[in-house]
């Protein structure tokens, strides 16, 4: 089975020094279409979603449909990964009417990995770090005037989940 | 007991970045403890971020998401001085919950 490492204590360390905006890069996810995701004040957890296998499957179970390539969306994360417990992830996009950014991990076990609701107001912009298992195809998911849009790029972990 | 949640919010022009951080061991059901026993899943589930009593940004995290979760992003209307407000809830329906003020 897979399994992700303990990723290092950095956090509070970066907070602490002020130091959060330079170096890590952001995950994005885009999410939205379906019943869970289409109220942007719901609080519930797409339970369902996140157990899912697959890009085609997680979307359609999320949103209820399936996206297409975009050129408008900036998913920045590392060419490689030296530590697949903490991979910053960053997601934007130029779309006009965002209103939710999923990010997806291929390879994972289990495929999505976080989902963002974007009110009205709020920049279709996000950064994270996600636990990645092993050499994967991450993949930003951006809803957009009730469309779904995806850009993908190939992130290798020389360490992956497991810690050798 | 100190909060589990830190937030750096930052007025400029007409939005605010938002940088927070969450204590939270975000453990993903894979790993195995040194019994070779599997530790159960445990992580944070929703975090939402309220502005002038309107949801600006809502965080669903899975078991992928790394331990002591960082997350940023960018509202407009924030102006300094004004409270944000950080909330979280886990698999296990712990929560926690702080109100930061926009620098």
Known sequence: MTCFPDAPDVARR??????????????????????????????????????????????????GKAAEVSDKITLDAPEIAENGAVVPVSVAS??????????????????LAAAYKIPEGTEPSVSNRLKMAKTSKVVAVVEAGGKLYSASKEVKVTVGGCGG | MASTIRV????????TE?????????????????????????????????????????????????????VKFKFKGGKKGDDLKVSWVDNKGASDSMVAKIQ
Do not use: C
Request: charged share 20%; proline share 5%; hydrophobic share 45%.
């Open chain 1, 14 to 63: 970066l907070l602490l020094k002020g130091a959060l905006a330079g170096g890590l890069a952001g995950l994005g996810f885009a999410a939205s279409g379906s019943f869970a995701f289409a109220d942007v004040n719901a609080k519930d957890w797409p339970a369902d979603a996140f157990k899912q296998k697959g890009e085609a499957e997680t979307l359609k179970d999320l949103y």
């Open chain 1, 94 to 111: 130029t779309l006009p009417n965002v209103t939710a950014i999923s990010i997806l991990v291929l390879e994972n076990p289990n495929t």
């Open chain 2, 8 to 15: 750096r919010a930052v007025a400029s022009g007409d939005s």
């Open chain 2, 18 to 70: 938002v940088q927070s951080l969450i204590q939270h061991p975000m453990d993903s059901g894979f790993v195995k403890d040194s019994k070779g026993e599997l530790i159960p899943a445990h992580h944070i589930e929703v975090v939402t971020f309220e502005h002038g009593g309107k949801v600006v940004f809502t965080a669903y995290w899975g078991p992928a998401v790394s331990k002591d979760p960082y």
